[in-house]
């Protein structure tokens, strides 16, 4: 919505087009339906446990999604900056807001500090990925879009997932003399 605003697609997307609330719904249900079985306390604590045992297991699993899904993310929001005629380098800028805009707002609603804002190597690479894609399709080195998007997502992730491997940070404010 940041982005469309940016750009003058207005109305923009994720209100004019009713299958963005669809799946956004859809999705809410299936996360209640999963999640609402009542249980006993007792139950529910050895529920609670068993998580906590898992829980590496699901931080891999979600660090991975995350990182595909910022990588599609920045592609789809440079791709749209690219059809409004934006330059390479702002696509990309605008790319990298769309894929770090959710989480901002996610992470702002809970009161957390937004992961973008951390040491954390997370808008870099959504840069990288979106600025890849823009230099692909704006001179058309790449016969299919979907290759330059797919590769560009994959990029994009793969910076994501070495750098939270490698535990790579960027530098703190005042950190750098």
């Known amino acids: 919505m940041i982005r469309d605003a940016l750009i003058g697609a207005t109305p923009v997307a ?6 963005y609330f669809a799946v956004a719904l859809g ?8 999640t609402s079985r009542r249980m006993s306390d007792s139950k ?19 660090v991975v999604a995350d990182a595909l899904t910022l990588g599609l993310f ?7 900056a690219l059809d409004y005629h934006l330059p390479v380098f702002q696509a990309a800028l605008l790319g990298t807001v769309t894929a770090t805009g959710g989480g901002v707002v996610r992470d702002v609603l809970v009161n957390e500090v937004p ?24 001179h058309g080195f790449v016969v299919q879009g979907y290759l330059a998007a ?3 997502a994959a990029i994009t992730a793969a910076i994501r997932l070495v750098a939270v ?4 940070h960027a530098p703190r404010p005042g950190a750098v003399a």
Do not use: H
Not at 126 to 138: I, K, M, S, T, Y
């Open 27 to 34: 999705a809410t249900a299936a996360v209640l339906l999963v």
């Open 115 to 138: 992961m973008v804002l951390q040491r954390e190597l997370y808008a870099v690479p959504a840069f990288v990925g979106g600025l890849l894609f823009a230099l692909l399709e704006r």
């Open 44 to 62: 529910l604590k050895s529920a609670i446990e068993e998580v906590r045992a898992r829980g590496v297991r699901y931080d891999r699993v979600a």
């Open 165 to 168: 491997w490698r535990d790579w």
């Open 150 to 152: 797919a590769g560009s």
């Open 14 to 19: 994720a209100i004019a087009d009713w299958r």
């Open 74 to 80: 920045a592609v789809s929001g440079t791709l749209k």
